[in-house]
């Protein structure tokens, strides 16, 4: 499982800095073709054509490799769901529909980092009660580890497959006593992961996101180019805020996640280590655009989990409070009949 979840993680992190180069116009020396300006690799998929003319003329230079017949792409201004064919159900519904929201968006505001940001946060407001049921299903959980605990104990010399059925049927007990889903604190990642990589992909195959800018900064570039080639030591900030916010929000759930078994807890250590060195080293190659969106995504979740937190500790203490008063009611009708 340890393993399962690097691979994973190396996935996420090689996707966004940009190590595979199948999707990119490739240069004959084999490297891929980069905008000067911004620090930006030219993908073959792009969804519209850049308005900066200066890129426009580096598309035309290399058109033959697009995977569109780039005379046939819309202006990004122009750009609709109905503009080209869609190469795809995931492109049709994911890719396409993101793009066209934050173009739209952006167009309206004048500002595509804002916008990419915005409808960040609405992905994340949308999952909000999925993130909810999911910290839920982490406490629950948490509670029932001393009982699993207890099973995994009673069968852990015992191969058999009565010995196996029982044991299963006693964790189906303890799950439908907590309220535990065996699968409902998996569902968030299964829902994010793909909304992650439709999210790069709409930011990355869309020219005109590039070519603006947020708080001067150009949103196609990267830190490496920002910081050694023309000294934007604001990118500095940014690295910074990549890697609070990917701290925080990753120590706030393994905090939630506890499950009192020494060796998961280890694992889960380890991943969080490599998680936070990982995505370190990928932040120098972050698109600004995608580094905004990672900033407010994440940023996000550490203000939610901190919310979800205070409303558990108040409902953990009403409890706390009825309990104890039914105890002693029940208490009461008990000496009221032996009374009798």
């Known amino acids: 499982m340890k393993k399962i979840k690097i691979g994973i993680l190396v996935l996420l992190v090689f996707s966004l ?35 900066d003319e200066e890129l426009d003329a580096l598309y035309q230079e290399y058109g033959d490799q697009t995977k569109i017949n780039y005379d046939d792409l819309p202006k990004c201004s122009d750009f609709s769901l109905s503009s080209n064919e869609s190469d795809g159900i995931w ?54 580890q001393p ?75 990267t830190p490496m180019k920002g910081l050694f080639e023309y000294h934007q030591w604001a990118y500095i900030i940014i690295i910074g805020l990549i890697i609070l916010t990917t701290y925080l929000s990753f120590k706030n759930s393994m905090s939630t996640t506890q499950t009192g078994n020494a060796d998961m807890e280890r694992q889960m250590q380890f991943i969080f280590k490599f998680m936070i060195i990982m995505i370190s080293v990928a932040s120098l190659y972050l698109s600004t655009a995608i580094a905004l969106y990672w900033i407010a995504t994440n940023g996000f979740v550490v203000l939610q989990n901190f919310v979800f937190k205070k409303i ?24 009221k009949k032996k009374g009798k």
Do not use: W
């Not at 207890?150 to 049927?169: G, H, T, V």
């Not at 500790?313 to 009403?318: A, L, N």
């Open 312 to 335: 558990d500790e108040k409902e953990e203490k009403k409890d706390q409070i009825i309990v104890p008063h039914k105890d002693k009611k029940k208490k009461k009708e008990n000496n």
């Open 17 to 51: 800095t940009a190590c595979g180069n199948s999707n990119y116009i490739m240069n004959e020396d084999g490297t891929p073709v980069e905008f000067e300006k911004t620090g930006q690799i030219l993908q073959k998929d792009i969804l519209c054509r850049p308005e």
């Open 147 to 221: 009982e699993i605990a207890r099973i995994e104990k009673k069968y852990a010399n015992k191969k058999d497959n009565e010995s196996m059925l029982a044991k299963s049927q006693e964790m189906m007990l303890v799950y439908k006593k907590y309220n535990i889903s065996p699968f409902g604190s998996c569902l968030l990642a299964f829902i994010q992961l793909p909304l992650f990589f439709a999210f790069l992909q709409a930011i990355n195959r869309t020219p005109a996101i590039f070519e603006d800018t947020f708080l001067g900064l150009t949103l196609g570039q």
């Open 91 to 144: 492109e049709g519904i994911f890719v396409k529909p993101l793009a066209f929201l934050i173009m739209k968006l952006g167009y309206l505001i004048h500002s595509f980092g804002l916008a990419v940001i915005l409808i960040g946060l609405a992905i994340r407001l949308i999952l909000m009660p999925i993130s909810r049921k999911t910290m839920k299903q982490s406490s629950n959980m948490k509670k029932a």
